[in-house]
């Protein structure tokens, strides 16, 4: 059973940043998609932004121009690199793993068990 384990998650002041990260392991099959999610109160779970084993990234429209994702295939780890915060991107991030892909939660397979992220005003 694949683990995957974020960090990096906290309390942030409004235009601050932040770096999350992810690393995958128990691989027994290659991992194609990892990507990350988050949900807010009361809100559904979303995808930020993900990224396949090629580099392919997709992001969510709210986030384009200020959170970058990356991936170290080497070491099954990726990371998201959160710029210019706002409050509303206050939510717990979740890191996913999909051997087809992430871009919808049912095609996630693997589930990380989430971080926190909060951003003061």
Known sequence: QVQ???SGGGLVQAGG???LSC??????HTINAMGWYRQAPGKQRELVAAISRGGTTNYAD??????TISR???K???YLWMNSLKPEDSAVYYCAA???GVASIAQCDYWG?????????
């Open 4 to 6: 995957l384990e974020e």
């Open 17 to 19: 940043s932040l770096r």
């Open 23 to 28: 690393a995958a392991s128990r691989i027994t």
């Open 62 to 67: 709210d986030v384009k121009g200020r959170f």
């Open 72 to 74: 170290d295939n080497a």
């Open 76 to 78: 099954n780890t990726v």
């Open 98 to 100: 999909g051997y087809f």
């Open 113 to 121: 068990p989430g971080t926190q992220v909060t951003v003061s005003s």
